[in-house]
């Protein structure tokens, strides 16, 4: 149990365009989900927290407008990259914690979506 | 949160026992001591985690002194496959509280 799923795994976009990943917890419901961004040879930095029906909270530095994350339900997270350019293009990770019982406060994590900007 | 430091890399021997060491010398009481790897090109998995007393699973055993200060994750007979980047955090319980907020990890490299 506790899968979390992300789709597209790997998606290549022209400079300008928008890139939209969803996130789904598979087999429990989240009410909280996670963004992250990894670039090569990097750790994971944390780009906003999602709680289902209310608005993404961003980590400093991350631009709100270019980053969209809406969390519709309490299975699905979606992050959009507006007008994305060649430095957009990173690994992009989400995670979902879960809302019912199970450990304390403990996160999954999904596989990953490579973006590449040309 | 409390911070953690970990050694950049490791290696060690296929079959032989891994010993990762974090030190969170700045921990509140409240905090847990949390392990995930993330293989390359991979979403983080979780390992264990643990309060005071030691914890075991299936994957790996988490020794945490007895001042909570520091702690190490053990993989008992590490394989090719257990090559990862290996991250320890520390952070309170409960849903609603802080995310996980990854360092720099260390880096473990299995040899044949």
């Known amino acids: 149990g506790a899968v979390v799923s992300q789709h597209p795994s790997w998606v290549i976009c022209k400079s300008g365009t928008s890139v939209k990943i969803e996130c789904r917890s598979l087999?429990?419901?989240?009410?909280?989900m996670f963004w992250y961004r990894q670039f090569p040879k990097q750790s994971l930095m944390l780009m906003a927290t999602?709680?289902?029906?209310?608005?993404?909270?961003?980590e400093q530095g991350v631009e709100k407008d270019k980053f969209l994350i809406n969390h519709a339900s309490l299975t699905l997270s979606t992050l959009t990259v507006t007008s994305a350019h060649p430095e957009d293009s990173s690994f992009y990770i989400c995670?979902?914690?879960?809302?019912?019982?199970?450990?304390?406060?403990?996160?999954?994590f999904g596989p990953g979506t490579r973006l590449t900007v040309l | 949160d409390a911070k953690t430091t970990q050694p950049p890399s490791m290696d060690c021997a296929e079959g032989r026992a891994a010993n990762l060491p974090c030190n969170h010398s700045?921990?509140?009481?409240?905090?847990?001591v949390y392990w995930y790897r993330q293989i390359h090109s991979q979403g983080p998995q979780y390992i264990i985690h643990?309060?005071?007393n030691n914890e075991t699973n299936e994957m790996a055993s988490l020794i945490i002194t007895e001042d909570r200060k520091s702690s190490t994750l053990i993989l008992p007979h590490a394989t090719l496959r257990d090559t990862a980047v290996y991250y320890c955090?520390?952070?309170?319980?409960?849903?609603?509280?802080?995310?996980?907020?990854f360092g720099a990890g260390t880096r473990l490299t299995v040899k044949p």
């Open positions: 700045t921990i509140s009481g409240n905090e847990y």
């Open positions: 995670s979902a914690r879960r809302g019912a019982s199970g450990r304390l406060g403990e996160q999954f």
């Open positions: 643990g309060l005071k």
């Open positions: 999602s709680n289902e029906g209310s608005k993404a909270t961003y």
């Open positions: 087999d429990f419901q989240a009410t909280t």
């Open positions: 955090i520390v952070r309170p319980p409960g849903y609603n509280n802080n995310d996980m907020r």
